[in-house]
């Protein structure tokens, strides 16, 4: 499962709160969801925390995010290790200020055994990115004669993605009523069943988990076949 957390800003907005008040009600939300993912026995639940665009947004929010990420390792990451939880980091989050970073890299060795949930944080993540980060690395392998350019196929590509130790999503999730990607797990999704659900981020709790579950139970999943 893959979520696209969206609606976080809107939430506070209408509130008449500040945008990082919508942050922490949306991390509250993170904590429900891995809570709902080990009891429904998901095992992968991969969470779009923080886009490549993202750094486009103003100096004062990005604090506010990454202070609220800090704050999180530093608390409940003992909560996570209890729980099984694996926590793994995807993108570029060295592009964030050293000491977080250091963190981020000391809870993943912290919880790499756990194996009842693997939660993955997209941070400073772009899909675009990661496929053409893929494409050059595998360019370079052929350059240096380590492989053959006919040895690169769809299973030598996607196990060269950042994500090439998972399994694709079976389902991606995106919250606030938007219906698009935003270039997130762009080749991974390929099959994946997308569900667009209508509530803000802050406000998703155990009945739209349920629903989206729900969804994806009634769909036919073919993958360019046909019904047997």
Not at 7 to 15: C, D, K, L, P
Not at 46 to 54: D, G, M, V
Request: glycine share 8%; aromatic share 10%; proline share 4%.
């Amino acid at each position: 499962m893959a979520i696209i957390m969206d609606g976080n800003g809107r939430w506070a907005q209408a509130r008449g709160l500040p945008v990082v008040a919508g942050h922490r009600k949306g991390a509250e939300a993170v904590q429900r969801s891995v809570k709902f993912a080990i009891r429904e026995g998901v095992r992968y639940l991969t969470l779009y925390a923080f886009s490549s665009e993202n750094w486009r947004r103003p100096a004062a929010e990005i604090g506010d995010l990454t202070s609220l990420l800090r704050f999180y390792l530093r608390h409940k990451l003992d909560e996570l290790d209890a729980q099984g939880v694996r926590l793994r980091v995807i993108g570029e989050p060295e592009r964030f200020e050293g000491a977080l970073y250091d963190e981020l890299l000391r809870a993943e060795n912290r919880t790499r055994n756990n194996d009842r949930l693997t939660l993955t944080l997209a941070l400073s993540y772009g899909g675009r990115a990661d496929i053409v980060r893929t494409a050059q690395r595998l360019a370079q392998s052929v350059a240096q004669g380590e492989m053959a350019p006919e040895a690169i196929d769809e299973t030598c590509f996607e196990r060269s993605l950042q994500t090439g130790d998972m399994p694709p999503p079976d389902m991606l999730i995106r919250t606030s009523g938007e219906r698009r990607l935003s270039n997130f797990l762009l080749w991974e999704s390929a099959y994946a069943e997308l569900v667009f659900l209508d509530v803000l981020w802050p406000d998703f709790g155990e009945e739209d988990f349920l629903q989206a579950l729900n969804i994806y139970a009634g769909r036919q999943r073919r993958f360019g076949g046909r019904p047997a």
